[in-house]
Structures are given as C-alpha cells and as structure tokens.
C-alpha cells in the first residue's frame, strides 16, 4: 500500500490517496521456490538417489496434503516411466 496526504491551497491537509498492490502472486511464487529450494537440498543431501527420491516423495505428501506421491524417472535407454519412490509405502497404513 502506499499512500499520501492531500493538501488545499493554503497547505492544509484534506485527504489522502492511496493505492493497494495485490502481492498473492509474489507471494505463491515465493512459496513455489521455495518448495523448490527445499526439493532441492533433500536431493542434494540424500546419501544416494534412491533415499533422496523416498524423501521427496514423503515431503510432497506433507506439504500438498496429499494422501500419497508416486515419482517417476525416465529408464536409461529413454524408453518408459520406472516408478523410482511410492510414499507412503504399500505397506505402510
């Protein structure tokens, strides 16, 4: 918001202007990096990929308040979809 007094001839104030600045799309980007960022640093602190994708999994579960994340990967040759992380596990309840 930003806003400023009005004054008449004589430098008497007689109002105010003001504008309001709608910030919610800032403000889901900034939410959306950082997810991002967070994605990212449990990536890049898992001890092999496997456990990193597990953790992804389970953090996207959490943060969308979904009631499970399955990730896939492209296989080597570039042919199909391998499910890499199934959060929660089937056999967890």
């Known amino acids: 918001m930003a806003a400023t007094w009005l004054y ?17 799309v800032v403000e889901e980007t900034q939410q959306r ?25 389970q953090m996207m579960v959490t943060h969308m308040e979904a009631s499970f994340c399955r990730l896939f990967l492209l296989d080597p040759e570039g042919n199909y979809l391998t499910a890499t992380a199934v959060f929660p596990l089937p056999n967890m309840p």
Request: net charge negative.
């Open 33 to 57: 990096l950082n997810l991002l960022l967070a994605a990212s640093n449990l990536l890049a602190e898992a001890e092999d990929l496997t456990h990193g994708m597990q953790d992804l999994a």
């Open 8 to 24: 008449d001839e004589e430098g008497n104030p007689i109002g105010t202007v003001g504008y309001f600045r709608d910030l919610r």
